[in-house]
């Protein structure tokens, strides 16, 4: 059965970084787009990156440009989202998703047949 388990959020001050993780189970990582997404209370859930099955396409909201860095390790079957300076508005529930189905990763939450169950970031001084 195909599992995502995030892990690695947390509370941190304005400026503070954190590294989220996404184990993956019960699939092959290499032939899977994955994706992070955030939902804040109140919002509705929002891309925040991604990365393709395809070596070196990744894609990342204007908002978290040059903050945060998705990465993934075929091997250990996990994607990473490393985030820096974060920003109070950072605040949400941040969830991973995979799709098998496409090469490139999308943006948006519709493509992604599977999810995790979120893992809280708060920035708060």
């Known amino acids: 059965q195909l599992q995502l388990v995030e892990s690695g959020g947390g509370l941190v001050q304005p400026g503070g970084s954190l590294r989220l993780s996404c184990l993956t189970s019960g699939l092959t990582l290499d032939y899977y787009a994955m994706g992070w997404f955030r939902q804040a209370p109140g919002k509705e859930r929002e891309g925040v990156s991604c990365i393709s099955s395809i070596p070196n396409h990744t894609w990342y909201d204007d908002s978290v440009k040059g903050r945060f860095t998705i990465s993934r390790d075929n091997a250990k079957e996990t994607v990473y989202l490393e985030m820096n300076n974060l920003r109070p508005e950072d605040t949400a529930v941040y969830y991973c998703?995979?799709?098998?189905?496409?090469?490139?990763?999308?943006?948006?939450?519709?493509?992604?047949?599977?999810w995790g169950q979120g893992t809280q970031v708060t920035v708060s001084s």
């Open positions: 998703a995979a799709d098998g189905s496409l090469n490139h990763c999308s943006p948006y939450t519709f493509p992604y047949d599977h």
